[in-house]
Antibody
């Protein structure tokens, strides 16, 4: 059974860097697209970006200048960094596995608040 | 950029009734690239339908997806109490690579 679990600080100060990690169990990083998706309070879903198992990344153009996704295959983890955060980055952040076209496994999500 | 518009915003129905949720794309897309998710409060979204009409593993057959071009539909044939939730459609392709509709809230009447 594939499981994903997000971890990281729940509170980040404005202008600082948000850093989250997703730990994957029950699967390896081969073949799939490992993504981050966020959901601001009371709003819909926004795809942030993915890393393919080859190391290729692809980001939402609206966030591309501030986002980095990386992977540590030795730990079965992939990570998200969002630089220069503002209140608009306050959201529940989900990690998810994509079968290229859709997301079949999701983490439970971790809330992140940007506030001083 | 492909924009997905879901309607209605809120749908009020009773258990046992049929639910029809709409997802309209701003330009013609392949149904192969269209998926539907269910999200309950405090939970992650759950994949229901992929490839426009294929049910994900473990999804009851009361859920079905259809459509082509710009108009897609998620139908729940007979609502169960656990089906009341928010539903999102999602498209793969273009830029950004994945886009979601704004959601339809299915509430108990």
């Amino acid at each position: 059974q594939v499981q994903l679990q997000e971890s990281g600080p729940g509170l980040v100060k404005p202008s600082e860097t948000l850093s989250l990690t997703c730990t994957v169990s029950g699967d390896s990083f081969s073949v799939h697209y490992w993504s981050w998706i966020r959901q601001p309070p009371g709003k819909g879903l926004e795809w942030i970006g993915y890393m393919y198992y080859t190391g290729t990344t692809n980001y939402n153009p609206s966030l591309k200048s501030r986002v980095t996704i990386s992977v540590d295959t030795s730990k079965n983890q992939f990570s998200l960094k969002v630089r220069s955060v503002t209140a608009a980055d306050t959201a529940v952040y989900y990690c998810a596995r994509a079968m290229q076209l859709h997301f079949d496994y999701w983490g439970r999500g971790t809330p992140v608040i940007v506030s001083s | 950029e492909i924009v997905l518009t879901q309607s209605p915003g809120t749908l009020s129905l009773s258990p046992g009734e049929r639910a029809t949720l709409s997802c309209r794309a701003s330009q013609s897309v392949s149904s192969s690239y269209l998926a539907w998710y269910q999200q309950k409060p405090g939970q992650a979204p759950r994949l229901l339908i992929y490839g426009g009409s294929s049910r994900a593993t473990g999804i009851p057959d009361r859920f079905s997806g259809s459509g082509s071009g710009t108009d897609f539909t998620l139908t729940i044939s007979r609502l169960e109490p656990e089906d009341f939730a928010v539903y999102y459609c999602q498209h793969y392709g273009g830029s950004p690579m994945y886009t979601f509709g704004q959601g339809t809230k299915l509430e108990i009447k």
